[in-house]
């Protein structure tokens, strides 16, 4: 009779019929070794997949086609541009209607840097205290510096009340005839020595108030 020997097993071979806690256990030391370790995405990995399957599902129902991972960027950075141009027109206006420019240097003659509000507010207070013929010099060129600022109508050191009323008249068709009666009134007080009267003034303070509230015609004035 042939005679078997069973020899016994290395210690560190797992058993055939192995318990579920050393299972676990024998699970856990695989698992660690470096070549899964390697193999395991990282925390970065896992946060741009998450934020790609977030856009993915936002995005599934209005992109159709684009619901892949590029062409969810192409959409995300499509809204960001739209986004950063509506921003931009709500906090700098439209170009040229709503844009306002420093303008200063001479008026008419004299060497001026009031803004068109500074001028406004000097024409108010001289008009208060009786003096009109002061009224109606700085009225009328807060009307030039206001339309200057709005690039409505370019002053330069030679420029004249009448030769501004005909430009302004341009892209102010319909105050053509305050315009030249406003510099006919600068003109007499400011060469002729005229004293100036209130009906002159309050003509003056109601056509500066009309243009600061009206858009000019600007196509019209580039022709």
């Given at each position: 009779?042939?005679?078997?020997?069973?020899?016994?097993?290395?210690?560190?071979?797992?058993?055939?019929?192995?318990?579920?806690?050393?299972?676990?256990?024998?699970?856990?030391?695989?698992?660690?070794?470096?070549?899964?370790?390697?193999?395991?995405?990282?925390?970065?990995?896992?946060?741009?997949?998450?934020?790609?399957?977030?856009?993915?599902?936002?995005?599934?129902?209005?992109?159709?086609?684009?619901?892949?991972?590029?062409?969810?960027?192409?959409?995300?950075?499509?809204?960001?541009?739209?986004?950063?141009?509506?921003?931009?027109?709500?906090?700098f206006g439209l170009p040229r209607i709503n844009r306002r420019s420093a303008v200063t240097g001479a008026l008419f003659g004299d060497e001026d840097d009031r803004d068109s509000r500074a001028?406004?507010?000097?024409?108010?207070?001289?008009?208060?205290?009786?003096?009109?013929?002061?009224?109606?010099?700085?009225?009328?060129?807060?009307?030039?510096?206001?339309?200057?600022?709005?690039?409505?109508?370019?002053?330069?050191?030679?420029?004249?009340?009448?030769?501004?009323?005909?430009?302004?008249?341009?892209?102010?068709?319909?105050?053509?005839?305050?315009?030249?009666?406003?510099?006919?009134?600068?003109?007499?007080?400011?060469?002729?020595?005229?004293?100036?009267?209130?009906?002159?003034?309050?003509?003056?303070?109601?056509?500066?108030?009309?243009?600061?509230?009206?858009?000019?015609?600007?196509?019209?004035?580039?022709?």
């Open positions: 009779m042939t005679r078997f020997h069973l020899e016994s097993a290395p210690p560190d071979t797992p058993p055939l019929d192995p318990s579920a806690a050393h299972a676990r256990e024998q699970l856990a030391q695989e698992l660690a070794k470096v070549q899964y370790a390697a193999a395991r995405p990282s925390g970065l990995s896992l946060l741009i997949q998450q934020l790609e399957d977030w856009f993915n599902s936002l995005f599934d129902h209005a992109c159709g086609s684009f619901a892949g991972g590029s062409g969810i960027i192409l959409v995300v950075v499509g809204a960001v541009v739209v986004a950063a141009i509506v921003v931009g027109f709500l906090v001028l406004r507010v000097a024409a108010e207070r001289a008009a208060a205290a009786g003096d009109f013929g002061t009224a109606i010099l700085e009225g009328f060129r807060a009307i030039a510096r206001g339309l200057a600022e709005r690039l409505v109508v370019v002053t330069f050191p030679g420029t004249t009340a009448h030769s501004f009323a005909i430009q302004a008249s341009v892209a102010f068709p319909g105050f053509r005839r305050e315009l030249s009666r406003s510099a006919d009134s600068f003109d007499a007080v400011r060469y002729l020595g005229a004293t100036g009267t209130e009906d002159d003034w309050r003509v003056v303070a109601a056509l500066e108030a009309a243009l600061r509230a009206t858009r000019p015609e600007l196509e019209e004035a580039a022709l």
